[in-house]
C-alpha cells in the first residue's frame, strides 16, 4: 500500500499506531525530577558531572557562530536546485502565471447553455468532447501508472535497507566491545554522537548560563534555572537504540525522546534497550532502576512519508507549513514543539530523489521549533567528490597508456574499469554505473552507490548528498547552518576538551597511555568518509 501522503493530508498509517501498551503514554512536563551521570554503556559515562569552564567553552563557540548570522551564500545555484516536484521551479510558476493574460476570455460556466456556432457543431463538438475526454482518460491512467511505478521502486529500496538493518544482529555491548574487528571505529563514531550532542542539544537559553555573556542580566530575571526547561528530541533513523544512552548524558536534560526508524525489528530491538536502562537490567546484571527521560518508538519512513500522523507528533507538534510555499505567518508563530531532531548516518537515504530528500527536510523543519537544532553526521560529498575525480583521472592515464581497441562499449553500457570504486578491508563504496569526471553530481539527486561495512552495512545502497545541494535546499526550510566539520577534524579540535578528552578515554577512543587514536589506519580511513552538521531552525 502506498502511504504516502498528499501536502497536510496524511491518511493514518502503522506509524500511528504503538506497539507498547497505551498505558505509559507521555504527557508534556512528565518529567523525571533526577538524572543520573549513568548512562547503559559504562564507556560513555563521566565520573564526574561535566565541569562549567569546558562546557561553557563549547557553548560559546556554537554561541558566537550563531551571533555570525546568515551563512554565506551558497555556491550551488539557486536557480538549480529549487525543482518543485512536478518538475518546474518556482521561477517556471512565477513566469507561467506573470504570462498569463489578465483580458483571456474566461472558459464558460459549466451550467450556462452552450452556444452552437453551426449547424450540426453540436455533434462535431460532441465527438471532439468524447475524444477529449479519451485523451484525458489515457493520461490520467498513464500517470497513475507512472506513479505507481515510482512508488514501487521507492519501495523497492526503502525494503531493501529496511530489510538489511532488521536483519543486522544486536551483538551486545560485550561483543562490540571485544570482539569486533572494528571496535575502535565503532567507539571513535559514538564519541563523534556525544560530542555532537554535547555541543549543540542544549538550547540557547541554557547555553547562556555558561557564557560570559550574561545576555540573560538584561531582563533582571537571573540566569535560567538549568533543571527548568528538559528537551524534547526526535531521531530520524533511531536503529536499535544506540543512541539512548548519549541523551541520557546531554548537558541539558531530556524529557522526551521519540525515536522512529522503517526496521520494525530495529525498532523493536530499541523499546527493548529503552526498557532495560529504565529497570536497570543491563548486560552487567541488576542495577536500581534508572530515572530516564519518557521515550516512544515507531516504526516510520521518515523520508518518504509525513510525520504528522504519528500521535506523538501531533502531540508536540508538526507544522504542515513548512517549507517554500508555506505561509510565512504560520511558520512564525506555528512551528513544530521539538527541541532538537536528530539523524545520525541516515539522510543519505533521503537523497534518492529531490522528493525524498524535501520530505525529509519538512519533517525536519515542521517538527522543529523555532531555535531548534537539526545534527546528524553523514558521508561527505567532499570526500567521495575527491575520490571519484581520483579514480578518472588514474583511469585516463591508464587509457593513454595502453594500445586503442578496437571496439568500445555499446550505447549506455558502463564498462567494468569506468566504475568508481574506493575502500579497504573493512569497508568499500562502489558506484554501479557512470560518475561525473570532476566528481561534481549534477542534479544532485539519484546518484546510487554501494556501502560496504565489516560487520555492520553489507553493501546497501546508499545516495551521495551533494553538500552544497543538501544546504541550499535546507534554506528554503529555514534551516540555517551552524557547523559541519568533517569526523577527523572533530578530534582534532575537541579532543583536549575538560570533558570531551576523558571521554574519549572512557570509551576506549584514545590509548590511555600514548594519547593517540585507538584506531587502525584502516578505520581512520573509513571514518574520514564522514562529516557531522548542526543547523538552526530560524
Ligand atoms: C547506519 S544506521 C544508523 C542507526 C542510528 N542512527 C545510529 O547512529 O546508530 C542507518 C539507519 O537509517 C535507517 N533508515 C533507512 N531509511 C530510512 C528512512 N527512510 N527513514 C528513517 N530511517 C531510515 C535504517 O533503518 C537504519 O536504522
Not at 14 to 19: H, I
Not at 33 to 42: I, L, V
Not at 110 to 136: H, I
Not at 294 to 314: M, R, S, T
Given at each position: 500500500m502506498?502511504?504516502r501522503t498528499?501536502?497536510?493530508?496524511p491518511?493514518?498509517s502503522a506509524g500511528?499506531?504503538s506497539?507498547?501498551?497505551?498505558?505509559?503514554?507521555?504527557?508534556?512536563?512528565?518529567?523525571?525530577?533526577?538524572r543520573?551521570?549513568?548512562?547503559?554503556t559504562a564507556?560513555?559515562?563521566?565520573?564526574?558531572p561535566?565541569?562549567?569552564?569546558?562546557k561553557?567553552?563549547?557553548?560559546?563557540?556554537?554561541?558566537?557562530?550563531?551571533?555570525?548570522?546568515r551563512?554565506?551564500p551558497?555556491?550551488?545555484?539557486?536557480?538549480?536546485?529549487s525543482?518543485?516536484p512536478?518538475?518546474?521551479?518556482?521561477r517556471?510558476?512565477?513566469?507561467?502565471?506573470?504570462s498569463?493574460?489578465?483580458?483571456?476570455?474566461r472558459?464558460p460556466s459549466p451550467?450556462?447553455?452552450r452556444q452552437?456556432k453551426?449547424p450540426?457543431?453540436?455533434?462535431?463538438?460532441g465527438?471532439?468532447?468524447?475524444?477529449?475526454?479519451?485523451?484525458?482518460?489515457?493520461?490520467?491512467?498513464r500517470?497513475?501508472q507512472d506513479e505507481?511505478?515510482?512508488?514501487?521502486?521507492?519501495?523497492?529500496?526503502?525494503?531493501?535497507v529496511r530489510?538489511?538493518?532488521?536483519?543486522?544482529?544486536?551483538?551486545g555491548?560485550?561483543?562490540?566491545?571485544?570482539?569486533?574487528?572494528?571496535k575502535?571505529?565503532?567507539?571513535f563514531?559514538?564519541?563523534?554522537?556525544?560530542?555532537l550532542?554535547q555541543?549543540?542539544?542544549p538550547?540557547?537559553?541554557?547555553?547562556?548560563?555558561?557564557?560570559?555573556?550574561?545576555?540573560?542580566?538584561?531582563?533582571s530575571t537571573?540566569?535560567?534555572?538549568?533543571d527548568?526547561?528538559?528537551?524534547?528530541?526526535?531521531?530520524?533513523?533511531?536503529?536499535?537504540?544506540?543512541d539512548?544512552?548519549k541523551?541520557?548524558?546531554?548537558?541539558?536534560?531530556?524529557?522526551?525522546?521519540?525515536g522512529?526508524?522503517?526496521?520494525?525489528i530495529?525498532?523493536?530491538?530499541a523499546?527493548?534497550?529503552?526498557?532495560?536502562?529504565?529497570?536497570?537490567?543491563g548486560?552487567?546484571?541488576?542495577?536500581?532502576?534508572q530515572?530516564?527521560?519518557h521515550?516512544e518508538?515507531?516504526p516510520?519512513?521518515?523520508?518518504?512519508?509525513w510525520?504528522?500522523?504519528v500521535?506523538?507528533?501531533?502531540?508536540?507538534?508538526?507544522?504542515?507549513?513548512?517549507?517554500?510555499?508555506?505561509?510565512?505567518?504560520?511558520s512564525?508563530?506555528?512551528g513544530g514543539?521539538f527541541?532538537?531532531?536528530?539523524?545520525?548516518?541516515?539522510?543519505h537515504y533521503?537523497?534518492?530523489s529531490?522528493?525524498?530528500?524535501?520530505q525529509?527536510?519538512?519533517?525536519?523543519?515542521g517538527?522543529?521549533?523555532?531555535?531548534?537544532?537539526?545534527?546528524?553526521?553523514c558521508p561527505?560529498?567532499?570526500?567521495?567528490?575527491s575520490?571519484?575525480?581520483?579514480?578518472?583521472?588514474?583511469?585516463?592515464?591508464?587509457?593513454?597508456a595502453?594500445?586503442?581497441?578496437?571496439?568500445?562499449?555499446?550505447?549506455?553500457?558502463v564498462?567494468?574499469?569506468?566504475?568508481?570504486?574506493?575502500?579497504?578491508?573493512?569497508?568499500r563504496?562502489?558506484?554501479?554505473?557512470?560518475?561525473?569526471?570532476?566528481?561534481v553530481?549534477?542534479?544532485?539527486?539519484?546518484w546510487k552507490?554501494?556501502?560496504?561495512?565489516?560487520?555492520a552495512?553489507?553493501?546497501?545502497?546508499e545516495y551521495?548528498?551533494?553538500w552544497?545541494?543538501?544546504?541550499?535546499?535546507?534554506e528554503?526550510?529555514?534551516?540555517?547552518l551552524?557547523?559541519r566539520?568533517?569526523?577527523?577534524?572533530?578530534?582534532?579540535?575537541e579532543?583536549n576538551?575538560?570533558d570531551?578528552?576523558?571521554?574519549?578515554?572512557?570509551?576506549?577512543?584514545?590509548?590511555?597511555s600514548?594519547?593517540?587514536?585507538?584506531?587502525?589506519?584502516?578505520?581512520?580511513?573509513?571514518v574520514?568518509?564522514?562529516h557531522?552538521?548542526?543547523f538552526?531552525?530560524?
Amino acid at each position: 500500500m502506498d502511504n504516502r501522503t498528499k501536502e497536510g493530508h496524511p491518511p493514518q498509517s502503522a506509524g500511528s499506531r504503538s506497539p507498547r501498551p497505551a498505558t505509559d503514554s507521555y504527557r508534556p512536563g512528565d518529567q523525571q525530577k533526577h538524572r543520573s551521570m549513568e548512562g547503559d554503556t559504562a564507556s560513555d559515562r563521566p565520573n564526574q558531572p561535566p565541569a562549567p569552564v569546558s562546557k561553557r567553552e563549547r557553548m560559546q563557540e556554537r554561541h558566537q557562530r550563531r551571533k555570525r548570522g546568515r551563512t554565506p551564500p551558497s555556491v550551488f545555484p539557486r536557480r538549480n536546485r529549487s525543482r518543485s516536484p512536478n518538475g518546474s521551479t518556482p521561477r517556471d510558476d512565477r513566469e507561467r502565471r506573470r504570462s498569463r493574460s489578465p483580458l483571456a476570455p474566461r472558459s464558460p460556466s459549466p451550467d450556462a447553455p452552450r452556444q452552437r456556432k453551426r449547424p450540426g457543431g453540436g455533434a462535431r463538438q460532441g465527438l471532439a468532447d468524447r475524444e477529449t475526454l479519451r485523451r484525458r482518460q489515457e493520461e490520467r491512467e498513464r500517470a497513475e501508472q507512472d506513479e505507481a511505478m515510482r512508488n514501487s521502486r521507492d519501495r523497492g529500496v526503502t525494503d531493501v535497507v529496511r530489510q538489511h538493518y532488521n536483519a543486522v544482529p544486536e551483538r551486545g555491548r560485550e561483543w562490540r566491545k571485544t570482539e569486533s574487528k572494528i571496535k575502535g571505529l565503532r567507539s571513535f563514531n559514538n564519541w563523534v554522537k556525544s560530542t555532537l550532542i554535547q555541543k549543540f542539544s542544549p538550547d540557547e537559553e541554557f547555553a547562556a548560563r555558561f557564557n560570559d555573556t550574561k545576555e540573560w542580566a538584561d531582563d533582571s530575571t537571573g540566569p535560567p534555572p538549568v533543571d527548568d526547561k528538559r528537551l524534547l528530541v526526535l531521531d530520524l533513523g533511531c536503529g536499535k537504540g544506540g543512541d539512548l544512552g548519549k541523551w541520557q548524558l546531554a548537558p541539558q536534560a531530556v524529557d522526551l525522546y521519540v525515536g522512529l526508524d522503517p526496521a520494525n525489528i530495529s525498532i523493536e530491538q530499541a523499546q527493548g534497550r529503552y526498557d532495560q536502562m529504565r529497570s536497570g537490567r543491563g548486560q552487567r546484571g541488576r542495577r536500581p532502576p534508572q530515572p530516564i527521560f519518557h521515550a516512544e518508538f515507531y516504526p516510520k519512513d521518515c523520508f518518504g512519508e509525513w510525520l504528522g500522523d504519528v500521535n506523538i507528533i501531533q502531540q508536540v507538534g508538526i507544522d504542515a507549513n513548512a517549507g517554500p510555499g508555506g505561509s510565512i505567518m504560520a511558520s512564525r508563530f506555528g512551528g513544530g514543539g521539538f527541541d532538537v531532531v536528530t539523524c545520525m548516518f541516515a539522510i543519505h537515504y533521503a537523497f534518492e530523489s529531490e522528493e525524498k530528500a524535501r520530505q525529509m527536510l519538512r519533517n525536519v523543519a515542521g517538527c522543529l521549533k523555532k531555535g531548534g537544532r537539526f545534527i546528524g553526521v553523514c558521508p561527505n560529498s567532499d570526500v567521495i567528490t575527491s575520490q571519484v575525480s581520483n579514480f578518472h583521472k588514474k583511469r585516463k592515464e591508464r587509457e593513454a597508456a595502453k594500445p586503442a581497441e578496437p571496439e568500445g562499449p555499446e550505447d549506455g553500457e558502463v564498462e567494468e574499469d569506468e566504475r568508481a570504486s574506493w575502500g579497504n578491508d573493512i569497508y568499500r563504496v562502489q558506484f554501479p554505473g557512470a560518475t561525473p569526471e570532476d566528481g561534481v553530481f549534477r542534479p544532485p539527486f539519484g546518484w546510487k552507490y554501494s556501502y560496504f561495512m565489516r560487520e555492520a552495512v553489507e553493501e546497501v545502497p546508499e545516495y551521495v548528498v551533494p553538500w552544497e545541494a543538501f544546504r541550499a535546499l535546507t534554506e528554503d526550510y529555514n534551516l540555517e547552518l551552524q557547523y559541519r566539520k568533517p569526523f577527523l577534524d572533530i578530534w582534532e579540535d575537541e579532543k583536549n576538551d575538560r570533558d570531551l578528552g576523558p571521554l574519549s578515554e572512557r570509551m576506549g577512543v584514545r590509548d590511555r597511555s600514548t594519547g593517540a587514536l585507538a584506531m587502525t589506519e584502516e578505520e581512520k580511513d573509513a571514518v574520514s568518509f564522514y562529516h557531522a552538521f548542526c543547523f538552526y531552525k530560524v
